[in-house]
């Protein structure tokens, strides 16, 4: 059973960065991780994913140029969200999530996802 854990979260003062980690138990490839957030009152959000085997990534527009995707290494037993220029309107819960079977797309859909961890707090004001 592949285990998701989320670490990194905190809080910062607008303009500040963070580094997300998704950290995985998995013995066997995933196919996608993605990174997705959940504001109070705010439907769940999908800000990046990054695609095993073909190394395509995808961000959600509030992101794009601020936010960096990657893996660790070959392995993924690690997938990273680098958060930078933060503002707060990036308050949220993030939760990481990950497939075995199926890549992510710009859509960006938690039903690309199978696998979730609990989320990790990040708090952006002055």
């Known amino acids: 059973q592949v285990r998701l854990v989320e670490s990194g979260g905190g809080s910062v003062q607008p303009g500040g960065s963070l580094r997300l980690t998704c950290a995985t138990s998995?013995?066997?490839?995933?196919?996608?991780v993605g990174w997705f957030r959940q504001a109070p009152g705010k439907e769940r959000e999908g800000v990046a994913c990054?695609?095993?085997?073909?190394?395509?990534?995808?961000f959600t527009d509030a992101v794009k140029g601020r936010f960096a995707i990657s893996a660790e290494d070959e392995f993924w037993n690690a997938v990273y969200l680098q958060m930078d220029s933060l503002i707060p309107d990036d308050t949220a819960i993030y939760l990481c999530?990950?497939?075995?079977?199926?890549?992510?797309?710009?859509?960006?859909?938690?039903?690309?996802?199978?696998?979730w961890g609990q989320g990790t707090q990040v708090t952006v004001s002055p």
């Open positions: 990054i695609n095993n085997y073909i190394g395509t990534t995808y």
């Open positions: 998995s013995h066997s490839k995933l196919s996608a």
């Open positions: 999530a990950a497939s075995a079977s199926s890549f992510c797309s710009d859509q960006l859909s938690p039903q690309d996802f199978h696998l």
